[in-house]
């Protein structure tokens, strides 16, 4: 039983711990920076602000990536949660540049999110057929959602 469980999820726990040692490699960026010999107010504030940001969305991002791997499929929703991280990466780099160098990461990182709670709503409604109409879709709403997840790669 135990071992069904985790070829279930072990994907989305692989992505989980990377991204809380991305917020760990954020908050000693900020520590960093508190810390420094000649403090830049400016530069404190931006990485701050950059890393209170991608807080703010980490819930979110939690959330939307285990219900879809849960009720779709884990491979894509994995696949999709590495593509935000990268993406959450950039877009914490590029505001400690410019702000104006973090956009793409963070209209590409909501798009990512889209993808990952249409990926919920699809699985929930199969589960909805399953259950009231014995209609099970599921394998070809994977196989659609493994090629669909490629395309979050294009710009």
């Not at 994907?11 to 000649?38: D, W």
């Not at 940001?53 to 491979?75: K, R």
């Not at 959450?88 to 909501?110: D, E, L, N």
């Amino acid at each position: 039983m135990y071992s069904i469980v985790v070829e279930n999820i072990y994907m989305l726990v692989i992505v989980t711990l990377i991204s809380v040692l991305q917020n760990a490699f954020f908050a000693l960026k900020v520590e960093k920076e508190c810390r420094s010999v000649n403090p830049n107010p400016a530069a404190f504030e931006r990485v701050s602000c950059a890393n209170r940001n991608c807080m703010d969305s980490y819930p979110t991002f939690l959330a939307v990536m285990w219900c879809a791997g849960l009720c779709l499929s884990q491979a894509p929703a994995s696949f999709a949660g590495v593509i935000y991280l990268v993406v959450r990466q950039k877009y914490f780099i590029g505001y400690m540049g410019q702000t104006s160098q973090s956009t793409p990461g963070y209209q590409f990182g909501k798009r990512v999110l889209f993808f990952l709670f249409l990926m919920c709503i699809v699985g929930i409604f199969n589960y909805l057929l399953v259950r009231f109409c014995s209609s099970d879709y599921k394998e070809y709403v994977e196989t659609i959602t493994s090629a669909a997840s490629a395309l979050l790669l294009l710009p």
